[in-house]
């Protein structure tokens, strides 16, 4: 199954409905500081590698540290490459770092703690986490809003209110999210919503300073 969540399933059809005032050309702006703490490195960056372009996105280790370290690491040994934007949806987000072009699902690590009460907020251009259900199963999968989708924020440490922790903000190629999420689609065995030419991610590397 998908990262997704059956409860955020159901959102779809309110969140569609929502995404009509919600489509800013640019990312949205976070209230809550992502910058670096004082004598701190600079935010990581990493880029991805796409047919149809690339992404940079810049991470936010100060605000949700366990998803940004469990993302690098995944970078770093390589685990990205070759897997695909496996879930598109006009007016909501593009999914994928978990499944190869045939849709067989990469082998995962140890899901990780949900850090969506970090108070960052899922606008359109931000990194966030895949889960299913359990609010704590988030392995590699991910995904980058093209909407403000604020149903996705964390309102409670309950099943239903925790929310898909924002660990990210694509900085370079919104343009080309754009052009994915565009992409035609259909079903796929037991995935919707698959573009019908794969996406794939052909390198996903760190950027050096």
């Known amino acids: 199954m998908t990262r997704f969540s059956a409860f955020l399933s159901a959102l779809l059809l309110g969140a569609a409905l929502a995404a009509g005032g919600c ?4 990312p949205g702006k976070q209230t809550v500081s992502t910058a670096p703490a004082p004598g701190q490195p600079a935010n990581p960056r990493v880029r991805i590698e796409t047919g149809k372009g690339n992404i940079t996105v810049e991470l936010f280790p100060r605000n949700a540290p366990l ?12 685990f ?6 496996h879930r598109v949806i006009p007016g909501f987000m593009i999914q994928g770092g978990g499944l190869l072009p045939d849709m067989t699902e990469k082998p995962n690590g140890a899901p990780i703690q949900n850090e969506a009460d970090n108070g960052l907020k ?3 251009g931000t990194l966030a986490m895949a ?4 609010p704590h199963s988030a392995t590699s999968q991910f995904f980058i ?3 403000d989708n604020y ?3 964390h309102r409670g440490k309950s099943m239903q209110g925790w929310g898909y922790a924002v660990f990210g903000q694509v900085v370079e190629g919104m343009e080309v999210v754009d052009a ?3 992409a035609s689609r259909g079903s796929h065995g037991a995935y919707d919503d698959v573009p019908l030419e794969p996406v794939v991610m052909q390198k996903v590397t760190v950027i050096q300073k």
């Not at 489509?23 to 640019?26: F, G, T």
């Not at 998803?67 to 390589?78: C, I, R």
């Not at 990205?80 to 934007?85: H, N, P, Q, V």
Request: proline share 0%; no cysteine.
């Open 23 to 26: 489509s800013a050309k640019e």
């Open 67 to 78: 998803s940004t370290e469990n993302f690098l690491k995944q970078v770093q040994s390589g």
């Open 80 to 85: 990205y490459d070759g897997t695909i934007f």
């Open 122 to 124: 899922n606008l359109r």
């Open 131 to 134: 889960r299913t259900m359990e």
């Open 145 to 147: 809003n093209v909407a």
């Open 151 to 153: 149903f996705l924020n």
């Open 180 to 182: 994915i999420v565009a």
